[in-house]
């Protein structure tokens, strides 16, 4: 381990100004490959979801996605982008075994999104705008697994194993302009700029954009200059970060190691870097200047895109609510705190909460169930609340059994556990493990009589007037009928048959 010098943050800022760009992918969630017919389906046998196409043979000629076009469209016009009436797809040339055509199909100098922007809400509700300067449609590469060598890496293996079914995968590519005047918030911007990003994909339908499935990923250029001066320091681009507090953790860290660099009199060499999740540093990967060549040029083999300026129009018409407008709106109605809020979104609980209050259950409930019971069972699990098994319909028939008295807070924790173990829906897990609150007054009176019973000494002092003792009493009756009965109810009994005021 290479030991790598820091300066404190709060020095760096104190000297520097950093200046950031975000390079997003987003992988699509089409049926179909982005040029060929072939399956996006994950987790098939390796190379089984391959043509002529995507794996470059000879003479095979691609045609593009319609539906990767207009979600390229539908991504720009969210970001305020303008859309190209016409614009082509490139080749980057460069030879790596992922990626046997030796060019991979892109968009250069005509992107089909350009010049937009993306307001995004920092955590003390200040918005920031991020310029965005283009976002042009591109195809994944296969993926290559190094075998025999101790790390994984090319270094070492005895051989190399290629699965093409990637290939060929439609990606949009973000990229944002510099982002400058962030200060000391330039990795809170980083991280809020991915996770607005992110939300705005997902409600655009395009992609689920799974960070931790590498749906999304982002490269994160980051250079400084001294305070007041104009002109760009050098950018180091730590690539293929995938979490949003990856995000903003190797932004920190690129922060305070270009100042240690800078301060010692040294320079910031303009090469990429590879995060690592377990201490949040980074490494060098490939130097990388400008005068790298790609040569890239017109694809020949696939016509120009010129979206009809109609069709445009109607996908506009078509958005969404952006997200952090409904999250404004959700948090109002909902009447919830700013923090409130944000926790929701972390926890994902966003659109669980919206789903579940539709199929009939108040806001507040909805919530409590989500963000209490559920979240803490998939914090505990590892999972996250839409992967729970739980859907929005049985959490609303929960919180409809609590509102009809059929369940209290305790019973319905326990449906709700008999649910996330597979026992099938609410009430059928009522029936099985026999979850009812007991209102049947004829034994809720009995179950008193013999607590009162059992614990003379407790009923005296409360006949006394110690009315604080009753709650050993309601613990009793409580315990006697396994947490079934209602609390509030039992108390009143108890009192009543021991003649003394609540
Ligand atoms: P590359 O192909 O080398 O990744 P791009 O132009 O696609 O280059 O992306 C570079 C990203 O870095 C853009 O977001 C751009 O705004 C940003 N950027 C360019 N120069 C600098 C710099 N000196 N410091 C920080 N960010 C920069
Ligand atoms: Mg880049
Ligand atoms: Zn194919």
Request: charged residues 25%; negative net charge.
């Amino acid at each position: 381990m290479t030991v790598i010098d820091l300066e404190s943050y709060e020095d760096a800022l104190a000297t520097y100004d950093p200046v950031m760009g975000l390079e997003v992918h987003v992988e699509l969630g089409t049926k179909t490959k982005m040029f060929c017919g072939c399956s996006t389906e994950l987790k098939q046998d390796a190379n089984s979801q391959t043509c002529p196409v995507c794996l470059g043979l000879p003479g095979a000629l691609p045609v593009v996605n319609e539906i990767g076009v207009e979600s390229a469209i539908k991504i720009g016009l969210a970001l305020n982008c303008e859309i190209a009436e016409w614009c082509r797809f490139a080749r980057k040339n460069y030879f790596y075994p992922d990626m046997p055509k030796n060019f991979q199909t892109s968009q250069y100098d005509e992107p089909i999104a350009f010049d937009g922007y993306l307001d995004v809400q920092l955590e003390d509700g200040e918005i920031f705008r991020v310029q965005i300067e283009r976002a042009h449609m591109e195809e994944d590469t296969g993926k290559s697994t190094h075998v025999g060598g101790a790390t994984g890496r090319i270094h070492g293996a005895s051989h190399s194993l290629l699965d093409y079914n990637r290939a060929g995968i439609p990606l949009i590519e973000i990229v944002t302009k510099p982002i400058e005047g962030a200060g000391a918030r330039a990795p809170e911007v980083a991280k809020a700029y991915v996770a607005e990003l992110r939300e705005l994909i997902k409600a655009l339908g395009v992609s689920e954009a799974r960070m931790e499935m590498g749906q999304m990923r982002c490269d994160v250029n980051l250079s400084l200059r001294p305070h007041g001066r104009e002109a760009f320091g050098t950018r180091s681009e730590t690539k293929n970060v995938n979490s949003l507090r990856s995000v903003e953790r190797a932004a920190r860290f690129e922060i305070q190691r270009h100042a240690a660099v800078l301060n010692s009199g040294g320079t910031i060499v303009q090469e990429t870097r590879h995060f690592h999740e377990e201490d949040g540093s980074t490494t060098a990967g490939r130097i990388k200047d400008n005068a790298e060549d790609y040569r890239y040029f017109p694809e020949p083999d696939l016509v120009p895109v010129a979206p009809a300026r109609d069709w445009v129009e109607e996908l506009r018409r078509g958005l969404p609510e952006l997200p952090r407008l409904r999250r404004a709106r959700l948090k109002e109605e909902w009447g919830v705190s700013e923090h409130d809020m944000q926790s929701i979104l972390n926890a994902g609980a966003v659109d669980l909460i919206v789903a579940t209050a539709e199929a009939g259950a108040p806001a507040d409930q909805a919530r409590k169930w989500w963000m209490g019971e559920l979240a803490r069972n998939a914090n505990e699990t590892g999972r996250a609340l839409d992967e729970l098994g739980v859907t929005p319909g049985q959490v609303a028939r929960v919180a409809e059994l609590v509102a009809k008295g059929d369940l209290n807070d305790k019973l319905a924790r326990q449906v709700l556990e008999g649910v996330l173990a597979g026992e099938g829906d609410p009430d059928a897990v009522v029936e099985k493990r026999g979850l009812k609150v007991v209102s049947d007054e004829g034994a809720l009176s009995t179950a008193v009589d013999e607590a009162i019973a059992a614990n003379a000494a407790i009923a005296d002092k409360i006949r006394g007037g110690k009315v604080a003792a009753a709650g050993a009493l309601v613990g009793a009756v409580m315990k006697a009928t396994r947490g079934q009965a209602d609390a509030a109810r039992v108390r009143e009994l108890i009192l009543e048959k021991l003649g003394v005021e609540g």
